[in-house]
């Protein structure tokens, strides 16, 4: 047969093939003709604004571009990717935006939250090169500062010997991260953050990280966001040429929801919301002109349970009345499978006083919501036994979560309004399915099912599994060892009963020795190990105490898929 017979028939299986592909369904439209009005099915070519930037890294010894996100952007918004970067070589990544955006900053994250590189220069050309040694997968993140445009985010290959040439070829400073700590006016900040967090508690990632010029004569004006049912830190740290900053928070509407407190100099304040807002932070000195570094941390996990008790939170008001509020947490909760839920309380809550409802519980767990409605701000809730312990305990930003495991018997819930009265109400609902173990230990099981759905590791009480009861100290360590099946992820979840604080778990690779994770927390603390890209099973051992005091604990596995 003759190449050109071959070529004919090879043309044909095409055609047929093509015509089979589009027999189910028409084939899509053609491109629509210049004069024509129509919808356009395309995606933004990043390309047009990294093209320029992944030239010259490429002619230093990078690879070929990979754009991971384009799209429009105002201040505030994020672009975000995960990345797979093989062991043995570096990562440049990028973000440029059009010419209406001001300010841009990049970020990379492990997916255990800790920090791998930022650049928060006040510019917008960002840059991070990430080498040796760094986590399989890095969490990639454009936040838009000042301006509105279009923004794209890319990241290129760079062989571990090329990183140094690379990162001169694009100014960025090898192993090195850009941002306000990093300026002379404040050699401390980096040790002032670390102690901030400390002081508050929980797990924390920088959100942004920027020094502004304040004066007395106008206020310095930074906007950013907090995200639904977490926290915003701020932290404001004046160069030494301004005194008594004046530093206050205004919600979407423009009201003054906090003022920042003193600390040596220093403001600082943490703010929570049950919903996404968007609050603008004004700076403004009384005397002297000069620089401020802004600080914004983000809480990781969800809930403020994970604050120490002393910590002052500014709740954000929410905006729904309380029967809307009701109908929307309804649908969030059928969702999950629950039912309608009962009230067996409504009323006012009023500031400086506690306001006590009875309740008779049947046997086994219970789930009781208190909601806030409009214009109520701060919610403290706590549930005693009827032996008068304490069995759960949340605060929020407009509704607070209680979880009652115990026998049959007349409990008492006791409400108080922490900023702004308003009104509530109680629902309760039952939890089936949840093990006996959890009756015998009701401070424990309260705190280890508000962590566990808090987090989105359990959506109902009765999927906590088997849960096992531990006597714990601080000076012996408890063991408890999980087999982590290939491509999948291990949830450990610890919680405290009374007399004790200072909740610990450090996860151990049994056959090397390697520590995978470390966590604390002050009455539950979680952490995590995975084998998504492991070729056999992973061994872990969980070692778990306490900080001070004894009790016994509880602690729950949950396996886990990696979009968990």
Known sequence: MSRLSLLVDLLGGIAVALLHA?????????????GEFAPVEAELDGTRWLGAAAQR??????????????????????????????????????????????????????????????DEAPDKTPGLIVCPPHPRRLYVVARVAAGHGLVALGALEVPAANA????????????????????????????????????????????????????????????????????????????KEVAHLDVSVLDGDGRIVGRAGAADGDRALLLCSATATPITIEIRPHSGEGLAAVVLSRSIEAGTEHFDEST?????????????????????????????????????????????????????????DVLGGHPIRGLETWLWAPSGSLVAHDRGTAATRLFSCGPRGSYRLDAEALAVPGPFLIELRGEPGTPKLLESHPLAAGRLLHRMSARGIIARAGQVGAARSFSLTPVEVQR?????????????????????????????DVNGGEELALSRGHHSTSARACALERSSTLEVRAEIRTQSGETEGLVATRLLSPRR
Request: aromatic letters at 4%.
């Open 22 to 34: 589009c027999a189910p369904r028409p084939c899509p439209p053609a491109e629509p003709s210049p």
């Open 312 to 368: 002052l939170v500014h709740d954000l008001a929410p905006m729904l009345p309380l029967p809307e509020v009701r109908r929307h947490h309804a649908a969030r909760l059928a969702r999950a499978g629950y039912g309608p839920g009962k009230v067996v309380e409504r009323g006012d809550l009023a500031i400086g006083r506690r306001r006590s409802v009875s309740l008779l519980l049947p046997a086994g767990c219970h789930r009781l």
């Open 480 to 508: 408890l060892e999980y087999k982590v099946p290939v491509g999948r992820c291990v949830d450990f979840t610890l919680a405290l009963g009374a007399g004790a604080r200072g909740a610990e778990i450090r996860l151990v």
């Open 57 to 118: 890294a490429r002619q230093a010894g990078a690879g070929q571009l990979q754009v991971l996100a384009t799209h429009a952007a105002a201040p505030g918004d994020r672009l975000e990717h995960m990345l797979s970067v093989p062991d043995d070589v570096c990562a440049l990544l990028l973000a440029r935006v059009s010419d209406s955006v001001q300010d841009v900053d990049l970020f990379a994250y492990g997916e255990d939250g800790r920090v791998w590189g930022a």
């Open 164 to 239: 140094a040439p690379v990162a001169a070829s694009l100014n960025l400073g090898h192993g090195a991260t850009r941002d306000a700590s990093h300026f002379e006016a404040w050699p401390g900040l980096d040790e002032k953050l670390q102690a901030r967090r400390r002081q508050l508690g929980a797990a924390w990632q920088d959100v942004r990280r920027v020094a502004v010029p304040v004066t007395p004569s106008a206020p310095t004006v930074v906007s950013t966001s907090v995200e639904a049912d977490h926290c915003i830190d701020v932290l404001v740290v004046p160069s």
